[in-house]
């Protein structure tokens, strides 16, 4: 694991290594000014590769999709700098849980060929779905505009969003939270059958796991295991707090 | 035609405030008069510029020019009334008793045709009655077009009298039908025309000396329409039911409302410095803002051109080159319908009905192939239904009655499904939204069972009276409880011009207190008229 970081001002943490989720969000709480997020640098990654090399055949390097960081990009970079060893970088297109599917995907493989192999077959199948509370924070850091998402200034509109092939878009928009959570499930369901499915929550344990107990024994019958994630500080930097959703590969 | 045409856009327009007043709700909107006579104008205005001479063209061209101009549902009507008879009188050069009474009779069908649900007791009924006191007349053996003209009006007049025992919301009222009233003036002013063509000012030389008569007749609106003035009154123990009378006897769509300290004003007066003198013999005057009406209507059609002075154009193209058209008017109203992604807002709703012209013109500035078009409110929709045939672009109208089905209908908007889909979306979402429009009884009047009496607030649940008392919170609570909260879970409250501080926190206070589970949320909807619009969700 190579950690994103995550800036309040002049301060800079590795997300899930110098704070969690939830002492990220009490951190959110008390800023004046919203952190900003940042790539690991090329020489993160050449440390990491001259860790692994001679630990098998090479490497398959798996990140967050290069329209939405430059993370994949400081990954190639880094790679270069490692002399003797085959690091195949990926750029997954999307973000979160699903990058752990895939990681899954790919431990579970044969060869790193195959692992590349059946990795990039996957890649068109992830899907992301979040409801947020605020599209504030994801407008701040220049994700998507509001103007995108239709959604103006004055009514607290609760945003839908997506991210499918590497770009984020307004999936809706509903007018309250409590009939937000009902949409999010709905239009997981449109894209049943599923290979693996995670739900995703900032700060909102009780409804995720409300929502785990609806979908848990449909997808349980079709032999898919429902994993939960707290959303972290960098993706949260994004989301905000309350964001709730799922982060899965269609079968 | 040309003199008959003129002579009923006169006698409208003098009679206009009397139709206006025919208002079978409480509310500040009777504007059916205002509705008819700019359509009517529109209808006459085309035909002073065109130099046909003949009766089968010239009636075609006030059909036109009377569907483009349509106003309001009375207006819309009106076109079809025009349509029909035009349809009637297609290649003649002129018309016969016989023909007259046909052109009528049709020209009801037309309008009845037109009407999804037609309901007797209206100005449907009123073209009806025309159509045959003019047939029968024009099989009397020395008929003449005077008498059969003579015939449609007097049978006009007596079918509108005969609306109340029809229409049980007339009853109650006390009125007769505004539409079917308009339309006997209409009949009456175009009577005068051909029975003494020497006495309408210069009309004795025919033809020639037309362009003088059109001239007169079309400056008068643009007197009625005058200035529309609002301030403020400081100053201490003011008697706002006296500074209303006074006020009222100035001008029209008089709206007094405020507390001893401090009393808001707001009329429509074609002498602005009497008023204001006037008022400033109360107390301080603040926030004074004269507007010249006919400055506002020309803007208002300014506006509906998106690529005109003021908006800018839209730049995105949407995945599903669909559009988006609204009518709204107050500020905050307008910036939610844009910031929601509505491409174009026709200024208009509750009092300036914009017509059918208007809504064309927006839909077809949009840079997308289809569009999608939310009349919010009931006098705009049949307007907006004549709108597809007349535009180039494919519409598709959502029929919403109020500012919040509208809201609604634009929230469930997706840019990633086809028109179609989304207007049937839409559509189901403006009706799970029950709109409450609070405001003042313009004049005593018993609705749907209820006394009201004038001043007094009254709350509209989904177009119907359904509460009425002295105070904005405990009306607006009884209506929601009226409603049935446990139904619901979000309540908006879109604030108007006219709301004061003091109301807005004692109305948010009270539905907290009243319903506790139920989230209250309030916006700046700026609109005239009503202090609240409140969607309950």
């Known amino acids: 694991m190579v950690p994103l970081k995550v800036l309040f001002g002049q301060e800079s943490f590795r997300d899930g290594v110098d704070l969690d989720g939830d002492q990220f969000f009490d951190r959110l709480r008390q800023a004046s000014k919203l952190p900003t997020t940042s790539a690991p640098s090329p020489g993160d990654f050449a440390a990491v590769y001259e860790r692994l090399a001679g630990d098998g055949e090479g490497v398959i390097s798996i990140h967050i999709g290069g329209q939405l960081s430059g993370t994949v990009e400081a990954a190639r970079v880094g790679a270069q700098a490692v002399e003797g060893l085959r690091v195949h970088v990926i750029d997954s297109r999307s973000t979160t849980m699903t990058i752990a599917f895939l990681c899954l995907v790919a431990a579970q493989s044969a060869s790193l060929a195959e692992a590349v192999q059946r990795v990039e077959a996957r890649i068109p199948k992830q899907r992301i779905i979040a409801l947020l509370d605020t599209l504030r924070y994801i407008e701040m850091g220049g994700r998507i505009s509001r103007a995108q998402a239709m959604i103006g200034t004055m009514l607290d509109l609760k945003p839908v969003l997506g991210v499918a092939d590497g770009e984020i878009k307004a999936l809706d928009r509903v007018r309250t939270r409590s009939r937000a959570i009902p949409r999010i499930i709905e239009l997981l369901r449109d894209d049943y059958p599923l290979e693996h499915v995670a739900v995703m929550h900032a700060q909102a344990p009780e409804e995720a796991q409300r929502i785990l107990e609806e979908i848990g024994p449909e997808l349980k019958r079709d032999g898919v295991e429902v994993a939960t994630g707290q959303i972290g500080a960098v993706l949260g930097t994004h989301t905000g707090p309350r964001a709730l959703g799922f982060a899965y590969l269609t079968r | ?537």
């Open chain 2, 1 to 537: 035609m040309k003199l008959a045409l003129l002579g009923s856009l006169n006698w409208l327009a003098a009679n206009q405030e009397e139709v206006n007043r025919l208002n079978v709700f409480p509310v500040p909107d009777g504007d059916t008069g205002t509705n008819m006579l700019l359509t009517l104008q529109s209808a006459v205005e085309d035909i002073k510029d065109s130099s046909a001479s003949d009766v089968g063209r010239i009636a075609r061209i006030a059909a036109h020019g009377s569907l483009m101009g349509a106003r309001g549902n009375s207006g819309v009507i009106l076109s079809q009334i025009f349509r029909g008879f035009a349809k009637a009188v297609e290649g003649k050069t002129e018309l016969g008793p016989a023909e007259v009474a046909a052109a009528f009779e049709e020209a009801a069908n037309a309008a009845y045709r037109a009407v999804l649900k037609p309901t007797e007791g209206t100005i449907l009924t009123v073209a009806r009655a025309a159509g045959r006191a003019a047939t029968a007349a024009a099989a009397e053996p020395r008929a003449t077009v005077t008498s059969v003209i003579k015939a449609a009006s007097e049978g006009a007049r007596r079918a509108v009298e005969k609306t109340p025992s029809q229409l049980q919301i007339l009853r109650d009222a006390g009125v007769v039908d505004a539409g079917g009233f308009g339309l006997q003036v209409m009949l009456e002013g175009m009577l005068k025309s051909v029975e003494e063509p020497d006495a309408a000012q210069q009309g004795g030389e025919g033809l020639r000396a037309q362009p003088a008569v059109a001239q007169a007749a079309l400056e008068l609106p643009e007197e009625g329409w005058g200035y529309c003035t609002e301030f403020l009154i400081a100053g201490e123990g003011l008697d706002v039911d006296r500074i209303r009378s006074e006020i009222a006897a100035l001008g029209d769509s008089v709206l007094v409302v405020g507390e001893p300290e401090l009393v808001k004003v707001h009329v429509h007066t074609d002498d602005p410095p009497r008023v204001i003198g006037l008022a400033g013999s109360f107390g301080r005057l603040e926030k004074l803002n004269v507007g010249d009406m006919s400055t506002q209507h020309r803007r208002i059609l300014e506006e509906a051109q998106p690529n005109g002075s003021g908006s800018p154009p839209a730049q995105r193209q949407r995945a599903n080159n669909v559009g988006l058209a609204a009518v709204a008017s107050g500020s905050g109203l307008v910036d939610i319908f844009k910031g929601l992604g509505v491409d174009a807002i026709v200024q208009g709703g509750q009092t300036m009905n914009p017509s059918t012209g208007d809504l064309v013109a927006a839909v077809d500035g949009l840079p997308y192939d289809e569009v999608i078009l939310l009349p919010n409110n009931k006098n705009v929709v049949l307007a907006a239904q004549e709108v597809d045939k007349l535009a180039q672009k494919k519409v598709h109208l959502v029929e919403t009655h109020t500012m919040p089905q509208g809201i609604a209908a634009v929230i469930a908007f997706n840019a990633d499904k086809p028109a179609a889909a989304n207007a049937q979306l839409m559509e189901r979402a403006a009706q799970q939204v029950q709109t409450i429009e609070v405001t003042r009884a313009v004049r005593d009047s018993r609705s749907n069972g209820r006394r009201v009496k004038k001043g007094d607030v009254i709350a509209m649940v989904n177009d119907r009276l359904d509460t009425a008392g002295s105070d904005y919170a405990v009306v607006v609570a009884d209506a929601l409880q009226n409603l049935g909260p446990d139904k619901y879970e979000l309540v908006t409250v879109y604030r108007g011009a006219e709301a004061g501080d003091a109301e807005v926190d004692a109305l948010s206070a009270s539905l907290h207190e009243r319903f506790p589970t139920l989230e209250v949320e309030v916006q700046a909807g700026g609109q005239d008229h009503y202090p609240f619009i409140v969607s309950v969700e």
